[in-house]
């Protein structure tokens, strides 16, 4: 892996997000994300397929906007008119309702994993399935992972998550990963320009 691609994956933010997670069994864990959602029902089995297709369209997108950003924008354009559509499928809509009856809270994102407050010490190596929203642009994702140290919890976490719970992303299909790493670049993008935006003012 070149430096580059090292640098994109373990790249991290502070993010706020509404976050579900639950233990899950090692048995459980090794049956891989796909089964656990068939093993749910049809419902869970379809939105998880609609939200990887959704995830590889806005990765196509995105290089679709390189070579011809005409054509780009009315794909896009085409994509949120379908999205408008699967939002309001009963599944996708308790979904995410579910997620942002919540309070979000503060985590350090990243392609790979992620640190988030919790309640409970988690001991390393125990495997959970998470749930979460970004805040800030409605990205949903599912995913396996794994514990892999106890550490300070992010800034800003209220005193009911005493403990900091380091996790490794496992079975995120490439372009759902791709995706995370392209909001990243993006809100750390966002988080520069205002910083040049305040130099400038003060400069003036």
């Known amino acids: ?39 749910e029902g049809n419902s869970e089995g379809v939105r998880s397929r609609m939200i990887d297709l959704d995830a590889r369209l806005d990765e196509k997108l995105f290089l679709m906007k390189a070579q011809s950003e005409k054509v780009a924008a009315i794909l896009t354009l085409l994509n949120e008119k379908l999205n408008i559509v699967v939002e309001q499928l009963p599944a996708f809509r308790e979904c995410k ?51 892999v140290r106890i550490t300070e919890p992010p800034a800003e976490s209220d005193a009911s998550r005493p403990h900091g719970i380091a996790v490794e992303f496992v079975g995120m299909t490439a372009a759902q990963k791709e995706i995370l790493i392209q909001h990243l670049f993006s809100r750390e993008s966002e988080t520069l320009r205002m910083r040049r935006l305040e130099l400038d003012s003060y400069n003036d």
């Open 97 to 147: 309702a579910s997620l942002a009856r919540q309070m979000p809270q503060v985590c350090e994102l990243s392609a790979d994993g992620m640190v988030f407050g919790a309640a409970e010490a988690y001991a390393p190596e125990t495997k959970l399935v998470l749930r979460l929203l970004l805040e800030s642009d409605s990205r949903y994702i599912e995913t396996f992972c794994r514990v």
């Open 1 to 39: 892996m070149s430096n580059g691609s090292k640098h994109r994956r373990s790249f991290r933010i502070v993010e706020s997000v509404y976050l579900r997670y639950e233990v899950i069994s090692e048995d459980e864990f090794n049956g891989g994300l796909e089964r656990r959602r068939i093993r």
